[in-house]
T-cell receptor
Framework: EAQVTQNPRYLITVTGKKLTVTCSQN?????MSWYRQDPGLGLRQIYY???????DKGDVPEGYKVSRKEKRNFPLILESPSPNQTSLYFC??????????????FGPGTRLTVT | QKEVEQDPGPLSVPEGAIVSLNCTYS??????FMWYRQYSRKGPELLMY????GNKEDGRFTAQVDKSSKYISLFIRDSQPSDSATYLC?????????????FGDGTTLTVKP
């Protein structure tokens, strides 16, 4: 089944404790992105990657890191989480080329709470 | 000002009603217009897309784009309780860069039986 998976789905942590949220897609997509979704602020892009070893900042990159060492994986790293990073996080992938390249496929989301 | 503004809602309608969901945008470079549906505790899923101006119909759903007014709409006919979800509009200048789509904030729709 074609899908984007994220782990963990729920995470409660404390300020300053480094964490990683994993994302993996099995569709051989070139593009991958991370978003955060907050009430009243919608879906905001954190980082995106156009291919292996190619990443760029989105609209709200501060406090986040990413890496793309393999095509299928795109982990999101919070080196020193703070309470304002409490949010619902989505990973997404898209083909980049081809007839359905406009479509993004989203993971199920990771709800992060930083206390 | 945001590049994409979406009617905030929430919207509550009786079953069978016609629903209109709307977004306006300011970037005239946008060419691809998408509607995503997001059920509670799930990720968004693509519902419909339209390229440039015009209408597109898929069952009970019609997507409409008016580039001259920078206005897009999603119409749902004969709405069902299963249509209850948050609807997000999204747009991008190029079909090869969906990863840079700009999203509206979403409109939450509840269809009451």
């Amino acid at each position: 089944e074609a899908q984007v998976t994220q782990n963990p789905r729920y995470l409660i942590t404390v300020t300053g404790k480094k964490l990683t949220v994993t994302c993996s897609q099995n569709m051989n997509h070139e593009y991958m992105s991370w978003y955060r979704q907050d009430p009243g602020l919608g879906l905001r892009q954190i980082y995106y990657s156009m291919n292996v070893e190619v990443t760029d900042k989105g609209d709200v990159p501060e406090g986040y890191k990413v890496s793309r060492k393999e095509k299928r994986n795109f982990p999101l790293i919070l080196e020193s989480p703070s309470p304002n990073q409490t949010s619902l996080y989505f990973c997404a992938s898209s083909p980049g080329t081809g007839s359905s390249s406009y479509e993004q496929y989203f993971g199920p989301g990771t709800r992060l709470t930083v206390t | 000002q945001k590049e994409v503004e979406q009617d905030p809602g929430p919207l509550s309608v009786p079953e069978g009603a016609i629903v209109s969901l709307n977004c306006t945008y300011s970037n005239s470079a946008f060419q691809y217009f998408m509607w995503y549906r997001q059920y509670s505790r799930k990720g968004p899923e693509l519902l419909m897309y339209t390229y440039s101006s015009g209408n597109k119909e898929d069952g009970r759903f019609t997507a409409q784009v008016d580039k001259s007014s920078k206005y897009i709409s999603l119409f749902i006919r004969d709405s069902q309780p299963s249509d209850s979800a948050t609807y997000l509009c999204a747009m991008t200048p190029s079909n090869t860069n969906a990863g840079k789509s700009t999203f509206g904030d979403g409109t939450t729709l509840t269809v009451k039986p």
